[in-house]
Each structure stands twice: as structure tokens, then as C-alpha cells.
């Protein structure tokens, strides 16, 4: 669907099922300090069957976007993710992005390439006009991939998502589609 210099991109789909469970169960101490405490149904390929299943409808529906990104020489193994949910039309034309990338290949470029190309997607394609993302003050990965594509910090939110069982506060920072 999408591609950029070093990473081709897809919708979730249900072919993909097998490549999320691995990419979830490689990457569980990488994303751990990252993610709410997860069910042990996340790392079953059953659980990944029924979200690539729902996900397509989701996706058709224009509910949710939720994209995989394979490196260019691999398109077995996911080395990403980026996710749009939350999806408000109407006068909002908004929605709230997520990612997460494999961590063989952080600081590497591969996330900014993978947020900028869906993101573009997210404008171009579904007509959005503003992409919301959050992360954590610690976060520094975040903050830098997000500030590289243009994302302002719109404010602060304390005690705004429970990570790794706790109450953890974020930088609120948004992207306006500068087209519309």
C-alpha cells in the first residue's frame, strides 16, 4: 500500500496474523515500560486473528486505521506499527496515533518514515485534519520522531494513561493537516 525508503506499509490484515504475534512476543521487554499490562491472550495467535479480522472492517468502515510496516528486504517480520483510532468526524475531523517499533531497528530512522508516510496517508487519503499523539516525558524516542514531523505540544496531562500499571502522565501534541 504504502512504501518509503526503507520500509513497505500495509493495512493490518489477517495474513498478517502470524507476523504481529511474533513481533508482539519479540518485542515484549522493549514495549513493556511503553504499554498498559497486557492480557495473556495479546501474545496468541488466536487473539491476532481476531483483531487483522476485525481490523479490515474497522478499516473499510473508516473506524480505524491500523497499519504494519515490513522492512523493504523482509516482508515476513513487522518492525512496526502505527495505529489511528479514535477516528471523530463531523467538525473534528481528528483522530489519535500510536506506533511502536521492533527495537533491532531504533534509531535507524525507520519510525519517522513509518509515522510520516501514514500520516500523510491519514491527510491525503481519509481527509483528516488533525492527528493527535501522546507520549510519555521519558519518552525521548517519542518526542524527537514526533518533533521531526511536525508535531506541536498542545499541552501536558497528568496521571493521563495507566502503562505498566501506573498512572503515567504524557505530552499532548498534535499535527494539523496544512492542506485543508
Known sequence: MLETTHTRIDIL????A??????????????????????????????WQQV???NVLAFELGEEYRFVAFHKNN???VIGVCNFTGVIRGAFQACLMGYSLDHQHLN???????V???SQYMFEQVGLHRIMSNYMPNNCASERVLQKLGFERE?????YLKIAGQWEDHVLTAKINDVD
Open 108 to 114: 535507524q530512522g525507520y519510525m519517522t518514515e513509518i
Open 75 to 77: 516482508s515476513r517480520q
Open 52 to 54: 487483522t479480522e476485525k
Open 18 to 47: 502470524d507476523a504481529l504475534l511474533n513481533y508482539y512476543q519479540r518485542n515484549q521487554t522493549h514495549l513493556a515500560p511503553w504499554e498498559p499490562l497486557r492480557n495473556p491472550d495479546y501474545y496468541t495467535r488466536e487473539f
Open 155 to 159: 499541552g501536558y496531562a497528568k496521571r
Open 13 to 16: 490484515r489477517p495474513q498478517y
Open 116 to 118: 510520516h508516510a501514514t
